[in-house]
């Protein structure tokens, strides 16, 4: 009910509740701000308020209250069931963003300047990809992408580019499923002095906390399992240090004007309520899912990091409470069986995006890397007969007996 400390002893108690605080005329669900900008009661006020001496909005787009019930949500669930070395539970701020690539971006330029290198690996998000391979080198900033599931690649990259300024993960990767160790690469890193970032949008907190591990940033597209209903974009980028983050970070998040909007906000506070049921139903359905898939006549190999063959089981074991709900398979005919596949899906969805309460299928050859050309797509893993899956929430007959109509 209140903003109170109560000692949530569960992930969903903290889910629903974390972050509110009690409406001045005792609304249940936190009102939508939908304000541009805030007043003052005289023009003394103002001054406090603008020279940072009283707390208080001032401006939509440098934080609205619908946004800070979502940040103190996120914050509450990333470090739920675990403390500092002080015994405390971890202080972080956030700030809700747009997009999960505006999240992505200010951390980027929140971290980085000219003749810095950021450290990554080849399975990432496109938009992503894009940003590093394409977008920093124009203000001097450079990439090294290397295989950091071996960590002494990892160790080489970092000894042979000393300028290496920001080592940026995403765990498990699109759409590969592949994981890297987030803890080894958080410990090397911090032996040589760099900062750490983790994308944890495919594996949710509820799956997988990576400020457990020491990163010092974290940033998730809400878009996906956060939100969980496919209703809003949107994003968080979220710091370890507070200091900084109400520092560069907060001149920065108000420069790139990223921020959120209320009315996704309050979509994305009661989406992430139901996160721990979502995600259960979600899991035990791709388990159930994989080992159809598993063992299909049609199928080449499957992508799931519940299958022991997956060459990062151990890794997601590890550091992740249940492989999670994304996969992604190879059938045998190629292009055209998935072409095929897709065309006769019924109760699926053929879409890009995943996280939602509906199964999302895509075929990326004929979709999102249809302009990839084959030996490019191929070198990340995108092969023709390539399926990406995010195993929804209906009931597992159904999705079970869809794949198997759609695989004849
Ligand atoms: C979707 C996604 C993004 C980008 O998020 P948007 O909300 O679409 O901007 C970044 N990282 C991962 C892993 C994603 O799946």
Known sequence: ???????????????????HRQDPNYAHLSPIYATSTFVYDDAEQGMRRFSGQEE??????WGNPTFREAEEKIIAMETFGFTDEQGNSLALKAYLQASGMAAVSSLMMTTLQAGDKVLSHYS??????????????????DAVIADLRDLNVAEDMLKQHPDIKLIYLETPANPTIQCVDIEALTKLGKQYGKLVACDNSFATPYLQQPFKHGVDFVVHSTTKFLNGHGTAI??????????????RTYKIYKALGG?????????????????????ERHCSNAEKVAALLNTHQAVASVNYNGLTTHPDYAVAKKQMRHPGAMMSFELKGGLQAGINFMNRLQLCTRTVSLGTCDTLLSHPASMTHYSVPKEQRERYGITDGLIRMSVGMENIADILNDLDQALK
């Open 124 to 141: 990432l998000y496109g938009g992503t990809q894009e940003y590093l391979n394409n977008l920093l080198p124009t203000f001097g900033v």
């Open 234 to 247: 949107g994003g968080i980028f979220i710091g370890r240090d507070v200091d900084f983050m109400k520092g």
């Open 1 to 19: 009910m209140s903003d109170q400390q109560f000692p949530y002893s569960g992930f969903s108690s903290l889910a629903i509740h974390g972050g």
């Open 56 to 61: 208080g909005y001032i401006y939509t787009r």
């Open 259 to 279: 921020s959120s909007s209320p009315f996704d906000a309050f979509l994305l506070i009661n989406g992430m309520k139901t996160l721990e049921v979502r995600m």
